[in-house]
């Protein structure tokens, strides 16, 4: 049995190749550009405060604006530069300056998740992104208001 139009089966099959890369390459290239997989960093809550660092990996000198979300919603923004002599000493950063620190305001009592992100801008500074930073954190708050067990996922 033979194949009535092989040239169109062909160019069918060609075409249908060139669309899957065509859009894998845009899939790549919007991630890079979106969510670019530089951004590295850390959290942590010590009494009534989070704080940590962000380093841009692709420009080590650049100051990372960082977001702290509880339970889902926005709580603040501000920019990772504070002194951070540990982030330097162990090679993540050119200098010292990527640190942050959030204060804690007066959380109900019971479990909540801290979320803290790096936000990040596109090249045409249209559209921003977060990037998570860490891990989730995990504050069990008691009945006084004091954060009684300090967890990480």
Known sequence: MSIPYPRLVHTLIGKSIVETLLI???AVYAFMSLAPPYFQGWGEVNESRITGWAVNRAEPWER???QLYVDGAFVATQTASL???DVHQAGWARDEWHG???VLAKLPS???EARVFALHPTSSDSRKS???LGN???LDVD???RIAGLKEY
């Open 143 to 145: 009945s006084q208001g």
């Open 64 to 66: 990372v604006v960082v």
């Open 24 to 26: 894998g390459a845009l």
């Open 100 to 102: 942050y620190e959030f």
């Open 130 to 132: 977060l990037q998570l």
């Open 110 to 112: 019971g479990r909540h």
């Open 83 to 85: 002194s951070r002599p």
């Open 136 to 138: 989730p954190i995990v």
